[in-house]
């Protein structure tokens, strides 16, 4: 396997490190919220990192590649949840970046099986990226407004 062959390599299985850590982050999030639709749709998030995890893997092994360094278990999240949901977001949105800089370079090198994983995954985090946004602007913002004790409790005369 060539220089070129090892970084798309390497970047295929960077790609699915972060896709493991953001599947195990969604689903942290999603243990935070009290609302049952919200907290669905970022177990769905989590799945979709899941399965964009699974592709990259599949690809991997396709390469000749792996096995692969297991990210780490523990993993630390912000109290500040609707912090955390914008993290997560512009992460999302940073790693669509990264897809597509990996697609063109398996469309370079003739692999249009990875090209294609990167640029499905890469669109997904797009769609991942403004839910993720939308959520932590939306929904939650005024769930967390109505729930902190300053809004709830009557202003002094």
Known sequence: M???HTRLAA????AWEAEVVSARRMTMLAERIMDARVR?????????CRAHASRLLARLAALGRGPLPVPPEEIELDADTLLELRREGAFARASAARY?????LARQQADLSSA???ELNRTEEQDRARELLALAEGALASTA???SPAAAAPADP
């Open 2 to 4: 060539g220089a070129r």
């Open 11 to 14: 970047a295929l299985a960077a």
């Open 40 to 48: 669905a749709r970022l177990m769905v998030l989590a799945a979709f």
């Open 100 to 104: 597509e800089t990996t697609a063109e």
């Open 116 to 118: 294609w994983v990167c």
């Open 145 to 147: 407004m109505v729930s």
